[in-house]
């Protein structure tokens, strides 16, 4: 059984940084594309960063562009996002998802997802 786990949300203030950790495990994480996704009070989930198995492949949403990086250290079956310069509209639970060695930002592509985590940034 794949499971993701999210960890690395928090309050924090406009303008700080915090990265994100999701472990994943049950699957050939090396083999693995991985993207992470928010969802804010009332709104549909979007997309914010996806990297693809080899790590050759990156994407980003436009809001987030220049702000957050996605990294993954394959030896701990891991992958970050470090978020910095937060906004008030980064505000969402961030969720973490893996599929097979594509990356895509179409969240309906990715088969594992995690429980997600809770970011709030204040003004």
């Known amino acids: 059984q794949v499971q993701l786990v999210e960890s690395g ?3 924090v203030q406009a303008g700080d940084s915090l990265r994100l950790s999701c472990a994943v495990s049950g699957r050939t994480f090396s ?3 991985v993207g992470w996704f928010r969802q804010a009070p009332g709104k549909e989930r979007e997309f914010v ?3 693809s ?3 050759d492949n990156t994407y980003y949403a436009d809001s987030v562009k220049g702000r957050f990086t996605i990294s993954r250290d394959n030896a701990k079956n891991t992958v970050y996002l470090q978020m910095n310069s ?3 509209e980064d505000t969402a639970v961030y969720y973490c998802a893996a599929r097979a060695f594509v990356a895509t930002t179409n969240e ?3 088969n594992y ?3 997600g985590t809770q970011v709030t940034v204040s003004s």
Do not use: F, I, R
Request: charged share 5%; proline share 5%.
């Open 9 to 11: 949300g928090g309050l």
């Open 31 to 33: 083999g693995s594309a």
């Open 49 to 51: 960063a996806a990297m």
């Open 53 to 55: 198995a080899l790590g």
């Open 86 to 88: 937060l906004k008030p």
């Open 108 to 110: 309906y592509q990715y």
């Open 113 to 115: 997802w995690g429980q």
